[in-house]
C-alpha cells in the first residue's frame, strides 16, 4: 500500500517569512494530493490539492508543487502570519473515489513567531 | 457546504464501559471513515464504510466496531473501553465516484478514558 512521508515534524519561523513543509509517497500510481489543516481544538480542513497532471497550484499565500518523477510534493507558505499556525497535514492517494482513498502523513507543527 | 457533524467535543468514561460516538454528514457522502489522532503518530485508520451496512477494517481495527445503519450516519463502538483508548476521534466522510478522495473531517471527540 501507499506509504506517505512528512518532513519536518516541527517547524519555527519568524512572521513574514516563507514555510515549505515537504512529503514523499512510494506509491506511483497516486495521481491526487491534498493539504489540510488543522487548527486547535478542530478537524482537518482541506486548504490546498493538487493532481498529477500540474506541477504547481497556487492560493494566494499558498501553494503546492509536485515532482511525479521523484515522487515527492511541498506545501509552500508564504508572508506567514500568526493565523497560520497549525498542524499540516499531507496525503496522496489514486484518486477514484474510492473509500480507502487518503493515506496521510503524520503532521508538521507550523509554529509563526512574532 | 459540507458539514460533518459528531456528537460530542468531550467525553469522559470509566475502564470497562461501552462507549458509542456518532457521526452525521449532511452531504448525501457514500464513504465514512473513523481515525483516531494521537501526538506524533498522526491519523490512524480504525474502520471505514463505502455503504449502508458496509464496514471495512482500517489500521488499527483492535477493541472497535462499527454500525452504518443509514447513508448519513456512522458510530464508532467501544465495546470495553481501555485507558489506551484515550484520545482525539475524528469523523470523516468522501464522495464516492470523483476524480478526488477529498475527506471532510468533523470536529473531532476528545475521549477520556479513566
Known amino acids: 500500500g501507499e506509504n506517505v512521508e512528512q518532513h519536518p515534524s516541527t517547524l519555527s519561523v519568524q512572521e513574514g517569512d516563507s514555510a515549505v513543509i515537504k512529503c514523499t509517497y512510494s506509491d506511483s500510481a497516486s495521481n491526487y494530493f491534498p493539504w489540510y489543516k488543522q487548527e486547535l481544538g478542530k478537524g482537518p480542513q482541506l486548504i490546498i490539492d493538487?493532481?498529477?497532471?500540474?506541477g504547481e497550484k497556487k492560493d494566494q499565500r499558498i501553494a503546492v508543487t509536485l515532482n511525479k518523477t521523484a515522487k515527492h510534493f511541498s506545501l509552500h507558505i508564504t508572508e506567514t502570519q500568526p493565523e497560520d499556525s497549525a498542524v499540516y497535514f499531507c496525503?496522496?492517494?489514486?484518486?477514484?473515489?474510492?473509500?480507502?482513498?487518503?493515506?496521510f502523513g503524520k503532521g508538521t507543527h507550523l509554529i509563526i513567531q512574532p | 457546504d459540507v458539514k460533518v457533524t459528531q456528537s460530542s467535543r468531550y467525553l469522559v468514561k470509566r475502564t470497562g464501559e461501552k462507549v458509542f460516538l456518532e457521526c452525521v454528514q449532511d452531504?448525501?457522502?457514500?464513504?465514512m471513515f473513523w481515525y483516531r489522532q494521537d501526538p506524533g503518530l498522526g491519523l490512524r485508520l480504525i474502520y471505514f464504510?463505502?455503504?449502508?451496512?458496509?464496514?471495512e477494517k482500517g489500521d488499527i481495527p483492535e477493541g472497535y466496531s462499527v454500525s452504518r445503519e443509514k447513508k448519513e450516519r456512522f458510530s464508532l463502538i467501544l465495546e470495553s473501553a481501555s485507558t489506551n483508548q484515550t484520545s482525539m476521534y475524528l469523523c470523516?466522510?468522501?464522495?464516492?465516484?470523483?476524480?478526488?478522495?477529498?475527506?471532510?473531517f468533523g470536529p473531532g471527540t476528545r475521549l477520556t478514558v479513566l
Open positions: 470523516a466522510s468522501s464522495f464516492s465516484g470523483g476524480f478526488t478522495d477529498t475527506q471532510y
Open positions: 493538487i493532481r498529477s497532471n500540474v
Open positions: 496525503a496522496a492517494s489514486m484518486g477514484g473515489g474510492g473509500a480507502d482513498g487518503l493515506t
Open positions: 452531504m448525501d457522502h457514500e464513504n
Open positions: 464504510s463505502y455503504d449502508v451496512k458496509m464496514k
